[in-house]
């Protein structure tokens, strides 16, 4: 019985919190699905939930580490959708090779992102609305 009153105080710790209320929210959106739907409940589907949204994890991942700095650039999600299209495009529409489109979409990426950060680090008013936002969360907890 104390184990499992320590692995429950593990679970509403706040830092592994957030992970357990995703995984028990998965797991319930899977189990209301097999009840629904015939067939959903099997390996594959669950395999092809997790292939088939891999980039919106390795996205979130690295949003994390964003966050924890302490810093938070809310263009990555623009710049992921933008690549997408561009990728898209170029496959589809001129039937480019993948080894020919991965370098220009990396690149392109990588240099919206730069340019998009340091126009952030330009503009004083960025670091002032970021301030006022720490502070109107702070003033939010502390109430």
Partial sequence: M???FSACAHIVDPRTLPI??????FCALFGFGSVMYTGFFSWQVLLDLLVDNAFLLIVAIGMTFVIVSGGIDLSVGSIVALTIIVEAVLSER??????IILPIVL????VFVRRARRADSLLPAAGVHRDARRHVSRAACAS
Avoid: E, Q
Avoid at 20 to 25: D, F, G, K, N, Y
Avoid at 94 to 99: A, D, E, K
Avoid at 107 to 110: D, E, P, W
């Fill in 107 to 110: 690149l392109m990426g990588t």
């Fill in 94 to 99: 001129l039937h480019m090779s993948v080894w």
């Fill in 20 to 25: 357990a209320v995703t995984i028990l929210l």
């Fill in 2 to 4: 104390r184990r499992f």
